[in-house]
């Protein structure tokens, strides 16, 4: 494909993420509208308002567009460079049209490089396939009142009572939700690291985020514990925008990677109601986006 | 759902309670860190009558310039916190009847509303779309210059802006309230753990 065309495409895929939450989103938060009453009830029909509006009109569903994250599968006769210039380039354009907001602050200076391209923005995280032509870009918009509310834990923990087991990572993943409260945009979704080191750790908990909200983990194991603190996480009635509810977040994500003997990290990432992800693969040079 | 009209007097800001849903109509202002200082350091006499009996909102906007003027392209609110240390003494000095903005505010806030009459009302985060719609108008902007847009303090004229009343004048805070009941829950959730 040539670059003008991937260009093209990854525009569209930045747009398409920016100002149009995908189906699984829109429709959990609708189940969750159908359960509560009050203002919880309201909260979230202003929220599916909001969005349905920002799709019609093209318009960002909120306007901190967040940081950009690509994950890029390629075949062998893809060269991961090309897909990151257009990846910045369409970048760049997309905050020119006002898709995306000018996200990318220099931390010393404190200069704003006005179109999302800086270091390490966007992030780009490529995986050669076998197939040699195949190209699948996956983009995650992530907000930063979300991101701040984050934590990674060390087991054991003892002001939480977390050992390293199991219960450990239950309460490590409730602790998180309680300090978020609903300060993050409240009902999001919690993506959990089990294990690996540091950065490993985070990853896996934001990986989890390109997963589909009604997915099934293929873990068994985890598949359970995933419903469990889902529900449990709910029973703490912080509900949307922390104003008290049901819904206190849309659902709770987990992956594990084998950890060092010496650590032991769960990492909680978190992810607004305003949770956008898409993806576009190229199939026999045709552009099909999810 | 409450409807509002500014400006507002401090008998009516003084009947809502926390939880109250709103929709607000009538002329605030945008106010963020800058605006702020400005406000307690300096007698700000261009939006003095605006504040007084009227409201004021934790936004930096996206803006964008016509030949009709300014629009509000996205107007979600921003975190409150950052103007506790200021918020108690614009409150009191311009006669502010309520703060708009998200993630609540402080002790000091809470008892600048209990004591001058007034409430913080919590706007959705994240509502780029809908608040940027309920800008019917930019009437004028103070301090454009100096401060930049984000900054500035745009004066705006709102149809229906919808918020959740979360501090109110008796003292009463729904922040609390959540954070209060859900560690006490939390706490005996982690023992069935
Ligand atoms: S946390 Fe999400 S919804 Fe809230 S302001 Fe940030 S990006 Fe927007």
New interface residues.
Partial sequence: MDPQTLRKHLLELVRMTACDLAPDVEQALARARDREE??AR??LE??I??SA??RE?S??????TGSLIFYVDHGREIRPGLVAQAAREAAAEATER?YL?PNAVDPITGKNSKNNVGRGSPYFHFNEVEDDNALRVRLMLK?G?SENCGAQYTLPDNT??ASRDL?GV??CI??AA?RA???G?APGVLGVGIGGDRMTSFMESKEQFFRKLDDQNLDPLLAELEDEMHK?VC?????P????GRTTVLGVKVGIRHRLPACYFVSVSYT???YRRRSLEIVNGEARYA | ?IEIKLPVPEEDIRRLKV?D?VVISGVMITARDAAHKYMVEQEAAEVKDVLKDGMLYHCGP?VKQDDQGWHF????PT?SKREEPYEADVIARYGVRGVIG??GMGERTLAACREHGAVYL?A???????LA?SVKQVQTVHKLEEFGVPEAMWVIEVERF?A?V?MDSHGNS??T???E???E??RA??KT?
Avoid: Y
Wanted: glycine residues 16%; positive net charge; aromatic residues 4%.
């Fill in positions: 009050g203002r309201s909260t202003w929220m308002k909001n509006e920002a009109s318009r960002p569903v909120c306007q901190d006002s907001r907000g009142g939480i009572e219960t239950k309460r409730l602790d309680l409260q609903g300060f945009c449990k029973e703490l009635g912080i509900g925008m922390g104003f008290g607004c109601w305003a | 759902m939880g849903e996206v392209v996205a107007a979600g975190t998200k993630g919590h959705i985060g994240g509502l780029a779309v809908i719609a919808p959740v979360t729904l922040h309230e959540v954070l009941k859900s560690t829950k939390a959730i982690s753990l």
